[in-house]
Nanobody, 124 residues
């Protein structure tokens, strides 16, 4: 079993920055991957970014490329999502999720473990 704890959400003005953290504990393996998803009211959950733990290969959705950066601290078993130049349309609940097979996919049913979610609100 793997537990994920997210932190770092909050209220920020447009153009500001936030850093989200996703700390994993339990039976983790380097073959895993982490995806950051977000879900705004009335919208589907969408993949924002992802990282494969073993290779460090990353993915970013077009909507956040150049603004969001995903990274991983292996010693702390933590994945970060640095979000810069935030826009009001980035407002959503952000979730991290782990795929035991190490995939980065937008299919949220593929992920095995989920965090509780953290609210990010960007004011204009």
């Amino acid at each position: 079993q793997v537990q994920l704890v997210e932190s770092g959400g909050g209220l920020v003005q447009a153009g500001g920055s936030l850093r989200l953290s996703c700390a994993a504990s339990g039976r983790t393996f380097s073959s895993f991957s982490t995806g950051w998803f977000r879900q705004a009211p009335g919208k589907e959950r969408e993949l924002v970014s992802g990282i494969r733990w073993s290779s460090g290969i990353t993915y970013a959705a077009e909507s956040v490329k150049g603004r969001f950066t995903i990274s991983r601290d292996n010693a702390k078993n933590t994945v970060y999502l640095q979000m810069n130049s935030l826009k009001p349309e980035d407002t959503a609940v952000y979730y991290c999720a782990v795929d035991k097979l190490g995939r980065i996919t937008s299919n949220y049913y593929s992920y095995d473990y989920w965090g509780q979610g953290t609210q990010v609100t960007v004011s204009s």
